[in-house]
């Protein structure tokens, strides 16, 4: 786990990286101080010479090549995940096969998305022109990354980008840098000439540095609201994208298959200790079978193991940091004091933080209405499905939602109605495909990530037209 080589120069104090369940030393890396933004950009500029220049079919198999790499060590990645991330084993598996999936994606991106012939003769006076628009590279992109997948989200932000002919300047996580440098360092082993992407491990001033800079002609980025404004106010006359998180609303109707909705609600509600922006954070359950519904829901989730995230059989890791713990338990004793119901949970070990049940919380509390990124979920009876999709649209953001019904028609209509960039019919808020579009509606909305939609947004088109008359 050395990073040094990817670095300009040492810059004082090295970050430390802590595993987040036992909190022992993982690494340190080197950070790089804004004031080396000139040699970083320096850096890109030749790295996007070389990108542009690199055949489609190079950057195919570059990409499809580190894929096989990563496969092939997935067991290393995985670890790597475990011990930074704290994910369990079993969800860092998962997350490195869906990186070898988007870095496949990408490299058949390479390949098929070059443009299309434009029918001039379609406007009267052009009979005599033809043409067609090519997809050319935007140049350099920064690209940040945060804590809760620190491999597949780096993946949808590299993958795209190369298969494009772009450079990154990369600057993950400093929570969890070591499964992105792996993946870098995969990527060069696979043939992809070094200075094409530059990792960056530093502080605020060097993000506000990455993001400024005149050279960087896209800024991508996944985190949080307030860091994301902060971005948009700083980043200046580029392209943005972004995603900020969610706040995801599923509804159960009395039609559901009842047991199905249990068990992917559970599920959808604790993957990852709750650090997922697309986990269901409000359930919301037609008032006829609420009381069964909350039963086996809370009976479901005192099933789930809460430990150890390199044991098999542990369902629920530690949280990130124990800050995050006691955030996350400072929130639900507030949403306690203003109404709302324990029904089982709300139990802190340092970073592990138990699967916690509310009901009854009020919708102007802030749990209720704020991304929470914790394994917490609210459950909440209704009686109509009008009613329903107006609490599912209380937030002034959305990712995903979901739907569980045996009514299509109900299905459809929801998912008309809903506000959020995506609606899992029959499935919980947090199913994921790497090359579906995703993003979220509402305030903060900006860009899609899914392979081919981050390819477009980090590519632009260039028309070429022949006057044959």
């Known amino acids: 786990m050395t990073a040094a080589k990817l670095h300009i120069k040492a810059g004082p104090p090295p970050i430390s990286v802590y595993n987040p369940f036992d909190g022992t030393l993982i690494g340190s890396i080197?950070?790089?101080?804004?004031?080396?933004?000139?040699?970083?950009?320096?850096?890109?500029?030749?790295?996007?010479?070389?990108?542009?220049?690199?055949?489609?079919?190079?950057?195919?198999?570059?990409?499809?090549?580190?894929?096989?790499?990563?496969?092939r060590r997935r067991d290393t990645f995985a670890e790597t995940i475990v011990r930074e991330a704290g994910k369990t084993i079993v969800q860092a598996r998962k997350e490195v096969s869906r990186c070898v999936n988007t870095l496949k994606l990408s490299a058949e991106e390479a390949k098929r998305n070059a443009?299309?012939?434009?029918?001039?003769?379609?406007?009267?006076?052009?009979?005599?022109?033809?043409?067609?628009?090519?997809?050319?590279?935007?140049?350099?992109?920064?690209?940040?990354?945060?804590?809760?997948?620190?491999?597949?989200?780096?993946?949808?932000?590299?993958?795209?980008?190369?298969?494009g002919g772009n450079a990154v300047l990369l600057k993950p996580s400093n929570l969890t840098p070591f499964s992105a440098i792996n993946?870098?360092?995969?990527?060069?082993e696979a043939g992809l000439p070094r200075?094409?992407?530059?990792?960056?491990?530093?502080?605020?001033?060097?993000?506000t540095a990455l993001i400024s800079a005149r050279d960087v002609r896209m800024v991508?980025?996944?985190?949080?609201?307030?860091?994301?404004?902060?971005?948009?106010?700083?980043?200046?006359?580029?392209?943005?994208?972004?995603?900020?998180?969610?706040?995801?609303?599923?509804?159960?109707?009395?039609?559901?298959?009842?047991?199905?909705?249990?068990?992917?609600?559970?599920?959808?509600?604790?993957?990852?200790?709750?650090?997922?922006?697309?986990?269901?954070?409000?359930?919301?359950?037609?008032?006829?079978?609420?009381?069964?519904?909350?039963?086996?829901?809370?009976?479901?989730?005192?099933?789930?193991?809460?430990?150890?995230?390199?044991?098999?059989?542990?369902?629920?890791?530690?949280?990130?940091?124990?800050?995050?713990?006691?955030?996350?338990?400072?929130?639900v004793n507030d949403a306690i004091a203003v109404g709302a119901k324990l029904l089982c949970g709300h139990r802190r070990e340092g970073s592990l933080y138990h699967p916690t049940v509310l009901e009854d919380t009020p919708r102007t509390c802030g749990l209720w209405s704020e991304e929470v990124f914790a394994p917490v979920v609210m459950l909440a009876p209704f009686e109509t499905i009008d009613q329903a999709i107006e609490m599912a649209n209380d937030p002034e953001y959305s990712l995903h939602a979901g739907i569980f019904t045996s009514d299509l028609n109900v299905a459809l209509d929801a998912a008309n109605r809903i506000e959020a960039g995506g609606v899992m019919i029959n499935d919980s808020s947090d199913y994921r495909f790497d090359a579906m579009p995703f993003g979220g509606f509402k305030y903060g909305s900006m860009g899609r990530?899914?392979?081919?939609?981050?390819?477009?947004?980090?590519?632009?088109?260039?028309?070429?037209c022949i006057n044959r008359g």
């Not at 990108?51 to 990563?70: F, G, T, V, W, Y």
């Not at 993946?183 to 060069?188: G, K, M, R, S, Y």
């Not at 909350?294 to 789930?304: I, M, N, P, S, W």
């Open 220 to 331: 991508s980025f996944t985190g949080g609201f307030a860091t994301g404004e902060a971005i948009s106010r700083a980043a200046g006359l580029k392209k943005l994208a972004m995603e900020l998180g969610g706040n995801a609303p599923v509804i159960v109707m009395n039609d559901c298959h009842f047991d199905k909705a249990v068990e992917g609600c559970v599920s959808g509600a604790f993957w990852a200790a709750g650090q997922n922006c697309i986990g269901a954070q409000r359930i919301l359950v037609q008032a006829a079978i609420y009381e069964r519904f909350r039963d086996a829901f809370v009976a479901g989730t005192k099933k789930l193991t809460a430990g150890d995230p390199l044991r098999d059989d542990t369902d629920v890791g530690p949280m990130i940091s124990v800050r995050s713990a006691e955030r996350t338990e400072t929130a």
């Open 183 to 188: 993946l870098v360092e995969a990527l060069f």
């Open 30 to 71: 080197d950070t790089t101080e804004a004031s080396d933004i000139d040699e970083l950009i320096a850096r890109a500029r030749r790295g996007a010479e070389l990108s542009r220049n690199l055949p489609r079919h190079k950057r195919a198999s570059i990409l499809e090549e580190a894929a096989q790499l990563i496969e």
């Open 195 to 207: 200075d094409v992407i530059t990792i960056a491990h530093g502080d605020r001033e060097l993000v």
């Open 449 to 464: 990530e899914g392979v081919r939609f981050a390819y477009e947004d980090m590519t632009q088109p260039k028309v070429v």
């Open 115 to 163: 443009g299309e012939i434009i029918p001039f003769d379609a406007f009267a006076g052009s009979e005599q022109r033809q043409g067609w628009f090519t997809r050319e590279p935007l140049g350099i992109i920064t690209a940040i990354t945060p804590y809760n997948d620190p491999l597949n989200l780096v993946a949808h932000k590299l993958g795209p980008a190369i298969a």
